[in-house]
């Protein structure tokens, strides 16, 4: 490991496969989420972007990264996890088939409602639609419905349209508040959402390897051989490490991608010393992002 940091410091320069910029444009760009208007992660893209960029929805997470790498879109806006439900594990297994990098990240607050047709009351329910994760963010209210059917959707806003659509005021959703208001439904039940702190990380993947200066995050992901020590390279350079997962290796069994997140910048030495060992001790390494 010491030898990794000499390298560092007095070998030859490597090159460098992210740019620094001072701020990424975030007016007058093209940005896709999956879902549909009212959807959180529209409300993660109006947070995180200016009030003046194209946005449009797709239907599936796949479809909104193909939009990124094929450059019809500049952004695409997508949950990466819940403090409640975990993490988004089809986004973990698109981010190694996709060459797309994170630059930026938003936290938003999810504030789950139960909505319904305006002439609709609580005792006319009998199903309910979400987001699975949706769903599972209501366990315990929906607990107290055992007799409620609940089924599946894309999206919690895709609920709230198909409850608007329907025109059945047996039907109710599970989506936020904004989305009863896009598709003129009214509030059945609030705070169903037993947890308080509910919130969701929505990631901002872009199709060039590029970071601000300021960036104090850094995801990678990589395959360790069987030996340890990958790591330690963290620990030895006193970097902080906030996350880490795991998925497994399509057609391998018993063998797995780790995805982990540390603090730092980029072009920190202690970084740069980390990421030199880490990538002569896996079989694979990827550097999703500094944001």
């Given at each position: ?115 319904g047709l305006q ?104 395959e360790a051989r ?66």
């Open positions: 490991k010491r030898q990794y940091q000499l390298l560092t410091e007095y070998g030859p320069k490597e090159k460098e496969d992210f740019q620094m910029v001072e701020q990424l444009p975030r007016n007058n760009v093209t940005v896709v989420f999956q879902g549909v208007e009212g959807a959180y992660s529209y409300g993660a893209m109006r947070a995180y972007f200016q009030e003046d960029i194209k946005s449009y929805h797709v239907k599936l997470f796949r479809d909104a990264m193909e939009e990124v790498a094929t450059g019809r879109a500049d952004y695409a806006v997508l949950p990466i996890e819940n403090s409640t439900a975990g993490i988004v594990t089809d986004i973990y297994d698109l981010l190694t088939e996709y060459n797309l990098f994170i630059v930026g990240e938003q936290i938003l607050k999810v504030e789950h409602v139960l909505l002439e609709a009351e609580l005792s006319d329910i009998a199903g309910v639609y979400s987001h699975p994760q949706g769903l599972a963010q209501c366990k315990e209210y929906l607990e107290e419905h055992r007799d409620w059917k609940t089924t599946s959707v894309t999206n919690t806003a895709a609920a709230a349209k198909k409850v608007s659509a329907d025109q059945d005021k047996t039907h109710a959703a599970i989506a936020s508040r904004a989305a009863g208001e896009i598709y003129n439904l009214k509030v059945l039940a609030e705070n169903i959402c037993k947890n308080d702190s509910n919130v969701t990380r929505f990631i901002i993947l872009a199709k060039k390897p590029v970071y601000e200066n300021n960036s104090s995050r850094i995801s990678v992901c990589f069987h030996a340890s020590g990958t790591l330690s390279h963290m620990i030895y350079n006193g970097l902080n490490m906030t996350k880490i997962e795991s998925r497994p290796i399509p057609g391998k069994t018993w063998e797995y991608r780790f995805f982990v997140d540390f603090e730092g910048n980029l072009r920190d030495s202690a970084v740069k010393n980390a990421l030199r060992g880490m990538e002569a001790e896996t079989s694979y390494l990827k550097i999703l992002g500094n944001y």
